[in-house]
């Protein structure tokens, strides 16, 4: 039975260059942000209930208007709120379809909002990646080209990273000390290990 890993961390905090080194290593990751981009765009229950609760001006030609949208709900919680609990369902249930497809001794599913979405029942570990928050900050602000104070704006819509961290099993540190691939193949070979499988550098 293959292990069903969940990674997760705050905004800026090296997700996917983590979930980068699983990929390099043969394990496949699920991008739950990029299955949610999709999943709005694609399904049409979904684009239809978007449309219904803000508006049939958040799709453009029939494309989704990320600007419009995002306008909407990143300046109201509840608005915010309200589209996630639109969302996470098709998402959550397009990883599901993705993890039975996959073959190898364990899969990852990388995801910003785990424990905020209720989404981490299921598995078998989750693996939380820390960066403290003025490196956080720093690299969204160099990524996006954006101001502190949005920076800010986005984590408040996170729950508090050390709280995060403590709900989960394993903590990769990437705080600019640490190297990250010794962690991440300690990882590996663990997880490897527990289903009967060998690693070998």
């Known amino acids: 039975m293959a292990l069903r890993i969940g990674l997760t961390g705050g905004i800026g905090s090296g997700k996917s260059t983590v979930s980068?080194?699983?990929k390099v290593l043969g394990i496949p990751v699920f991008?739950?942000?990029?299955?949610?981009?999709?999943v709005m765009q694609t399904n049409p229950a979904l684009r239809q209930?978007?449309?219904?609760?803000?508006?049939?001006?958040?799709?453009?030609?029939?494309q989704l208007n990320r600007k419009q949208l995002a306008a909407l709900v990143f300046s109201d919680p509840f608005q915010l709120e309200t589209l996630n609990a639109l969302v996470h369902p098709y998402t959550i249930a397009a990883a599901e379809e993705w993890a039975a497809l996959q073959t190898t001794p364990y899969t990852v599913k990388e995801a910003a909002l785990f424990f905020e979405a209720g989404s981490a029942i299921g598995f078998d570990y989750m693996i939380g990646v820390y960066a403290p928050q003025h490196l956080r900050i720093k690299r969204v602000m160099d990524r996006d080209q954006?101001?502190?104070?949005?920076?800010?704006?986005?984590?408040?819509?996170?729950?508090q990273e050390e709280i995060k961290m403590r709900l989960c099993d394993f903590v990769v540190l990437n705080d600019d000390q640490h190297l990250l691939i010794p962690q991440v193949l300690k990882?590996?070979?663990q997880f490897l290990n527990e289903t009967g499988n060998t690693y070998h550098e």
């Open 49 to 62: 209930a978007i449309m219904d609760t803000f508006g049939e001006a958040v799709y453009t030609d029939g």
């Open 20 to 22: 980068g080194i699983f």
């Open 31 to 38: 991008d739950a942000d990029t299955a949610a981009k999709e």
């Open 146 to 159: 954006v101001s502190r104070e949005e920076v800010l704006s986005r984590m408040k819509r996170q729950i």
């Open 187 to 189: 990882l590996h070979e």
